[in-house]
Each structure stands twice: as structure tokens, then as C-alpha cells.
């Protein structure tokens, strides 16, 4: 079971503060960022763009963890906040507690957030927010048990596929499933690994697609 995504706590500077259990059965990203990486306000930008466009119902919380003592000025992060115009809540993580909480691998990172409020996914860097587009509808295809829906049936004939034809991206869903862009066949495919994967060849099983033909 994934674990539980933990509540977030800070100084909210663009927002009320968010009640945790109050957003319970949507799907959530908590966004790390700070005010002094370029990469991490591109990326922000990106997620709010997706929300805006794809996801109109996505929780985006926006988590700044300063890197420097600039950063730890909660007047310096204001100040960004509006000259970058960022419109999704802003949580001040001066000391740094969430990261504590959630220990993502550095600046910018993403964690998704499912319906039962526990961490879905991780994506880390500003080149992967097809991952992230593609991880935040996987689980809103979900239901709120956390059921993967079986592969629809396709309009007009075609192969059944195994095998991933041509990956496009990954994203780590737990310790033991992944989900895969496979372009090859317009789909993507959850991936649940075998247990005795010791090497650098990992095996597995699908165990869930989204059909992405339009």
C-alpha cells in the first residue's frame, strides 16, 4: 500500500489554510519549489497550466522549501509569488518540515496524491511533466476503492499487446508498480514488478492500460 501523504503544514501565504481531510477523494499534487530556481518557477507554471487545461478539478499545492537564507524571507517569497503570478496555494515551508515528511529529490518535484490521500507517484525535474499529466490521469481513472479499469475495447481490430512497445516515459506509482507511456500501442500501461527482481533487467506484469486514441 502506498504510504499515507502527510497533512502540510507552514505559514499559507496566497490562501486560507487548507484542511487536509477537506480535498479527501480528489486526486492531489503537492509541488516543491523555491523562489530562487528558475527550473522549479517553470515547472510550477507548467502544473498550473495542466490544472488549468486538463484538470479543472486537481488539488495543486505549491510547497516552498527554501534552498537559502534568501529564500527564508517570507516577504521574499510574497513578493514572488506575485510577480510570477502563481495562483495555486502557497505553503512557507521555513524549517523545512515537509520536505522532512515527504523527502523528495530535490527542487522541482512532484508528488501525486490519490483519492485516499496517499503518495501515488514521484516525478522529479522540469522535463518530466508529460509523466505527471499522464500520472494524474491514471489516478483519476481510479475510483475512490482505487480500482484500475480494465482496458476498453478498441473501435476496430487490433493485437492484444504483452509487451510495452515503445516507451515514451515512466513513473514509479509504489514500491513495486510503475506506469509507462507505451506509444507504440496508444496506451498507458500500469506495470506491477515481480518480487525476486534483483538486477538490472527488471520483469513484470500489466495489470491495468488507459487506451489514449482519440
Known amino acids: 500500500m502506498a504510504p499515507k501523504a502527510p497533512p502540510l503544514t507552514g505559514t499559507w501565504l496566497n490562501s486560507d489554510p487548507v484542511e487536509w481531510r477537506a480535498w479527501r477523494g480528489n486526486v492531489g499534487v503537492v509541488v516543491f519549489w523555491s523562489i530562487g530556481c528558475e527550473a522549479s518557477l517553470a515547472f510550477l507554471h507548467r502544473v498550473q497550466q495542466l490544472k488549468a487545461e486538463r484538470f479543472s478539478d486537481l488539488c495543486v499545492f505549491a510547497v516552498h522549501s527554501p534552498r537559502t537564507s534568501d529564500e527564508v524571507d517570507v516577504h521574499n517569497v510574497r513578493a514572488a509569488i506575485q510577480r510570477h503570478r502563481i495562483t495555486v496555494p502557497v505553503v512557507h515551508d521555513e524549517a523545512r518540515d515537509n520536505w522532512a515528511r515527504y523527502n523528495p529529490p530535490g527542487w522541482p518535484s512532484a508528488i501525486v496524491v490519490n483519492r485516499k490521500q496517499r503518495a501515488a507517484g514521484l516525478v522529479f525535474g522540469t522535463s518530466e511533466i508529460g ?18 479499469p480494465p482496458e476498453p475495447r478498441a473501435a476496430h481490430p487490433r493485437t492484444p499487446a504483452a509487451v510495452i512497445g515503445f516507451p515514451a ?23 506491477e514488478l515481480d518480487e525476486d527482481n534483483d ?16
Open 131 to 148: 509523466l505527471l499529466h499522464e500520472a494524474v490521469a491514471l489516478e483519476q481513472s481510479r475510483s475512490f476503492r482505487g480500482d484500475i
Open 199 to 214: 538486477g538490472p533487467e527488471a520483469s513484470g506484469r500489466i495489470v491495468g492500460v488507459i487506451d489514449t486514441r482519440s
Open 169 to 191: 516515459g515512466v513513473a514509479a506509482l509504489g514500491p513495486n508498480q510503475l506506469v509507462v507511456s507505451d506509444v507504440a500501442h496508444h496506451r498507458i500501461a500500469v506495470i
